[in-house]
Antibody
Framework: QVQLQESGPGLVKPSETLSLTCTVS????????WSWIRQPPGKGLEWIGY???????YYNPSLTSRVTVSLDTSKNQFSLKLNSVTAADTAVYYC????????????WGQGTLVTVSS | DIQMTQSPSSLSASVGDRVTITCRAS??????LNWYQQKPGKAPNLLIY???SLQSGVPSRFSGSGSGTDFTLTISSLQPEDFATYYC?????????FGQGTKLEI
């Protein structure tokens, strides 16, 4: 059974860098695409980006200047870095597996709330 | 970007009701449309992919239809566990975009 688990600080100061890691079990990260999606409190879902095991990345144009997604195949993990954060980046951040054939997100982590505040 | 618009934004219904939620794309996306259910404090769960294919393990009371720009999610007979928020998502192009959600309430 595929499981994903996000980890990282729950509080980040404005202008600093948000860093999260997703640990994958039950599947090799050297397959599929691996994605980050976020959801501001009480709002809808926003796709951030994804990475393929060869290191190819695709980002939402609205965030591309601030976001980096990377893989660590030795740990079966992938990571998100979002720099120059503001209060607008406060959200629950989900990691998810993306199935490119169908274009859907079929396995999700439980999500982690990141608050941007001084 | 392809904009996804759901209607209604919220819906009140009762157990046993038949419910339909609509999703409209700002341009044709063929059948590249997926539906998710999200319960409070939980991650979204994939229900329907490719507009009408039921994800494994999802009850058959859920169904999807449509192509082009107009899509529907139907729940044939509402169960207590179906009260949640539902999102559509287009898989036609990047950036992947979601509808704003439809909250299904008692």
């Amino acid at each position: 059974q595929v499981q994903l688990q996000e980890s990282g600080p729950g509080l980040v100061k404005p202008s600093e860098t948000l860093s999260l890691t997703c640990t994958v079990s039950g599947a090799s990260i050297s397959s599929y695409y691996w994605s980050w999606i976020r959801q501001p409190p009480g709002k809808g879902l926003e796709w951030i980006g994804y990475i393929y095991f060869r290191g190819t990345t695709y980002y939402n144009p609205s965030l591309t200047s601030r976001v980096t997604v990377s893989l660590d195949t030795s740990k079966n993990q992938f990571s998100l870095k979002l720099n120059s954060v503001t209060a607008a980046d406060t959200a629950v951040y989900y990691c998810a597996r993306f199935a490119p054939g169908g274009g859907y997100f079929d396995y999700w982590g439980q999500g982690t709330l990141v608050t941007v505040s001084s | 970007d392809i904009q996804m618009t759901q209607s209604p934004s919220s819906l009140s219904a009762s157990v046993g009701d038949r419910v339909t939620i609509t999703c409209r794309a700002s341009q044709s996306i063929s059948s590249y449309l997926n539906w998710y259910q999200q319960k409070p404090g939980k991650a979204p769960n994939l229900l329907i992919y490719a507009a009408s294919s039921l994800q494994s393990g999802v009850p058959s009371r859920f169904s999807g239809s449509g192509s082009g720009t107009d899509f529907t999610l139907t729940i044939s007979s509402l169960q207590p566990e179906d009260f949640a928020t539902y999102y559509c998502q287009q898989s036609y192009s990047t950036p992947r975009t979601f509808g704003q959600g439809t909250k299904l309430e008692i």
